[in-house]
């Protein structure tokens, strides 16, 4: 089954810095990548997706990576900021045929210290 | 718009109980999903449904039913609750994506279910 990995424990990084955050799968290839951010206590909101076939994406601080060789994701935040703690959340999918359902990772929370 | 409502908020079972709990939302979403989220676990997948009508299973089925009678609600149910489905259960929606490349999906605030 799909096997997703992504760091549990916490990143702690000092404001205006760049936080860097891995997303790790196995045994499978997905077409498709998703990030996803969560505060305490709501729900996720989507933040970017990312296809098979692009090597990154960008949304004005955020930056995401996909290498579908070695089966991993960077999602980058650059000139962090206090307001940018939170847990983000990996997904793999849609996977069109079976309701463009996903599969998440645990989450990296982060924590940005001003 | 209200974009996905959950509702209870928050509920205290005692085991063996049943309930329901109810997902709405307002954006003509044709797909809709039930997720748990247990610490050190992520999101995972209950049931999901493509259509009025239409439901199946996802990752964690068992001990959970749902149903779609109406293409802007999705029930979850627990028929018989066990201290095992205690977690914060999100409701979530999307567009089918035929209609342009929209996969996101859309996530309700939550229910924090305690079952004792």
């Known amino acids: 089954s799909q096997k997703i990995e992504q760091n549990s424990e916490a990143l702690n990084i000092q404001e205006g810095k760049t936080a860097t955050l891995t997303c790790n799968y196995t045994n499978y290839s997905p077409a498709y990548l998703q990030w996803y951010r969560q505060d305490p206590g709501r729900g996720p909101v989507f933040l970017l997706l990312i296809r098979e076939n692009e090597k990154e994406k960008r949304k004005e601080r955020l930056k995401v990576t996909f290498d579908t060789t070695l089966k991993q994701s960077l999602f980058h935040i650059t000139a962090s900021q206090p307001a940018d703690s939170a847990t983000y959340l990996c997904a793999l999918g849609p996977i069109k045929a079976a309701g463009n359902k996903l599969t998440f990772g645990g989450g990296t929370r982060v924590l940005v210290k001003p | 718009n209200a974009g996905v409502t959950q509702t209870p908020k928050f509920r205290v079972l005692k085991t063996g109980q049943s309930m329901t709990l109810l997902c709405a939302q307002d954006?003509?979403?044709?797909?809709m999903y039930w997720y748990r989220q247990d610490p050190g676990m992520g999101l995972r997948l209950i049931h999901y449904s493509v259509g009025e009508g239409t439901t199946a299973k996802g990752e964690v089925p068992d001990g959970y039913n749902v149903s779609r009678l109406k293409k802007q609600n999705f029930l979850l149910g627990l028929e018989s609750a066990a201290p095992s489905q205690t977690s914060v259960y999100f409701c979530?929606?999307?567009?089918?994506?035929?209609?342009?490349?929209?996969?996101?999906?859309?996530f309700g605030p939550g229910t924090r279910l305690t079952v004792t």
């Open positions: 979530a929606s999307s567009y089918s994506g035929t209609s342009g490349n929209t996969y996101e999906q859309y």
């Open positions: 954006m003509n979403h044709e797909y």
